[in-house]
């Protein structure tokens, strides 16, 4: 963990937490992007859609939605923040909700792209739905949840955390699968179109 100059443990956590978890859902929001812009093409790219949905497999649920679900929710509630009925509830339910949306769109994707029209709706659906829910959890979190955050747990607290973020990271033999995903995210980011099957 990186120490600032005077060595303080108070200035090497402050921000960090939020920090690290705003960053990953930046990449996330750059998937989130391919995908709409996947939907808006009216195009149906099943190689294109199977990367996306790794990665949101990977790196939005194995890298992401692990540290909170593992580290940081776990320590809020360590602070008294209440499970049920509050703002970690609602979030553990929005990341069900969302692996509900890849299972939707994992189930249609041969059929759609064998043309089946009623498959292709409920995939293109799903995918939809996905976008939505994810773009406003991510803006709950980095806007309120994050900031909440920040403000309840100690010093001592976020440096466990950022500690327990890199042996989530780096345990497991997960090798390099933070960086894995972000360049399948660039990838994404780039993807062309064009020769895709159009939709009916
Ligand atoms: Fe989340
Ligand atoms: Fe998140």
Known sequence: MSTCQCHCNEHSTEGQVRAVLMSEHRVIERVLDAVERMLQSGAFDKAFLLKAIDFLRNFADGCHHAKEEECLFPELERTGMPRAGGPIGCMLHE????????????????AAANGDAAALAGVRSAARDYICLLRQHIQKEDNILFVVAENVLSARQKSQLLDAFERLEHGANHGDRHGKYVAIAEELARWNFSSSVAAV
């Open 95 to 110: 990341h069900d909700a969302g692996r509900t949306c890849i299972g939707n769109m994992l189930a249609g994707i041969d």
